[in-house]
């Protein structure tokens, strides 16, 4: 098991820019796939991004495709999700995600076994 800290939620203008972080506790985060995910009321949680254990390989969900950008550090115990050209429609409470998850699954929350509580993402228009 891993606890999961995510940060660097913030409002900002659409055309903008955020980094969100996700610290993990323990010492088997090389082991594990991370995801982002993210929640909107009324909606269930979407998935964003994901990298495989070693950062070797990410996934993207098409909406963010080419704004977004995935990436860890696993010296740091530390996730990334870059976010660049944001907007509104990104607004939502991002989640972090880490699980012994095989690549053909990345993409499905229910195959993660622990979650952040989440940062708050607004973007204005």
């Known amino acids: 098991q891993v606890q999961l800290v995510e940060s660097g939620g913030d409002l900002v203008q659409a055309g903008g820019s955020l980094r969100l972080s996700c610290i993990a506790s323990?010492?088997?985060?090389?082991?594990?796939?991370m995801g982002w995910f993210r929640q909107t009321p009324g909606k269930g949680r979407e998935f964003v991004a994901a990298?495989?254990?070693?950062?070797?390989?990410?996934y993207y969900a098409d909406s963010v495709k080419g704004r977004f950008t995935i990436s860890r550090d696993n010296a740091k115990n530390t996730l990334y999700l870059q976010m660049n050209s944001l907007k509104p429609e990104d607004t939502a409470v991002y989640y972090c995600?880490?699980?012994?998850?095989?690549?053909?699954?990345?993409?499905?929350?229910?195959?993660?076994?622990?979650w952040g509580q989440g940062t708050q993402v607004t973007v204005s228009s």
């Open positions: 995600a880490a699980g012994q998850v095989p690549v053909w699954a990345v993409r499905n929350r229910g195959d993660y076994t622990d």
């Open positions: 323990g010492r088997a985060f090389s082991s594990y796939a």
């Open positions: 990298a495989t254990s070693n950062g070797g390989s990410t």
